[in-house]
């Protein structure tokens, strides 16, 4: 609308002609701007659309990360018909629309991504390798443009990865001695797998004193120093597969045990581990804080839990479907995602 050839009209209804002309032109100045501000203003925005239930990837989705606007997942491409892993694939989801935006090919298996660099400008796609001659590597990637800047050797059966501040990537493995670090900037392998540290690393986090690793093997949490050494253990349930740290706490580490299909958390400062109360589901393999609760993922449940921290307690559930299996889980907004390995998919849940 034109505010200069156009003029809004402005009703006198239920006035007589000699009513209206003794009506003082100053009294009608608040309607007739009303009526032209608002005739011009422009349409309110749409509201954003809803979020569908499940998002489809590609084949074999597992690694999940928030990055920025991003959800980033990892695809594994592994053909249970031949049992070979094909070539990997990072999708990158936009989560308010929810749709693929984009994909970057990757090496075999990225089992793992993880926002690393000083400014959280990458992401590290840790990428498993086949468990036989196609040996694992680290690959980095912009994650303004996607764009696949450095590929890192690392050997090995990498899994575990967690930022160790700076440019630093930590990694640990089911099927190598010790902990492995990298460059993300440069692309150097700062540390190699150590043969005789006597503990293979399935998961990795920070906590208030440095590393915490889960030895899946021997049931324990470990301390580690800033060398990878071993500086404290503490026993736990069968199987601790993933860690997540307090944030208002780092030293109480929160793990979930999968063979025996448990949670609790550990005080590193006692050097106890408090077990709780539920079972979490079958064959948990993933716990993360968010919002003040534990979430754990239960791939055979095909199930997603809630728990109060303090307690242990289950507060709710979400269940996925089945034939889902899934993964692992991140977090943007008011909605979790949840990577689905057998359906192919993401699950999109609304957060309480």
Do not use: K
């Amino acid at each position: 609308m034109n505010p200069v050839t156009s003029r809004p009209t402005i009703a006198r209804r239920g006035l007589s002609a000699s009513a209206a002309a003794r009506i003082h032109p100053l009294g009608l100045l608040p309607l007739a701007l009303a009526l032209l501000f608002g005739a011009c203003t422009e349409a309110t925005a749409p509201p954003p659309p809803e979020l569908p239930a499940e998002i489809v990837v590609g084949t074999g989705p597992t690694g999940i990360a928030s990055v920025g606007d991003w959800i980033a997942a990892g695809e594994v491409n592994f053909d249970f018909g031949t049992g070979a892993f094909g070539p990997g694939r990072v999708s990158w989801i936009d989560p308010e629309r929810g749709v693929v935006v984009r994909t970057t090919a990757v090496g075999v298996n990225p089992q793992r991504l993880v926002r690393a660099g000083a400014a959280g400008e990458f992401l590290a796609a840790v990428c498993t390798g086949d468990y036989g001659p196609r040996a694992g590597r680290v690959e980095v990637l912009d994650v303004a443009t996607g764009a696949l800047l450095r590929s890192i050797e690392v050997g090995g059966q990498p899994g575990a990865a967690v930022s160790g501040g700076g440019d630093t990537l930590w990694l640990g493995s089911y099927g190598e001695s010790g902990v492995a670090a990298v460059d993300v900037a440069t692309g150097a392998l700062l540390r190699s797998w150590q043969s005789d540290a006597g503990f293979e690393a399935a998961a990795l986090v920070r906590g208030g004193r440095g590393l915490v690793a889960a030895d899946f093997d021997d049931d324990l949490v470990l301390e580690l120093d800033g060398a990878g050494a071993v500086v404290g253990a503490v026993a736990v349930g069968d199987g601790p597969v993933a860690l997540a740290a307090d944030p208002a706490d780092p030293d109480r580490i929160y793990v979930v045990n999968s063979l025996d299909e448990t949670a609790g958390v550990v005080d590193l400062r006692a050097q106890t581990f408090t077990r709780f109360p539920d079972t979490v589901g079958h064959a948990p393999n993933d716990i993360r804080w968010q919002g003040g609760e534990l979430w754990i993922v239960a791939s055979l449940s095909n199930r997603v839990n809630r728990l109060d921290p303090a307690g242990g307690t289950i507060l709710s559930g979400y269940d996925l479907g089945v034939n889902h299996n899934p993964m692992q889980i991140a977090f943007y907004g008011d909605h979790a995602f949840v990577t689905n390995l057998l359906a192919n998919s993401l699950s999109v849940l609304a957060l309480p």
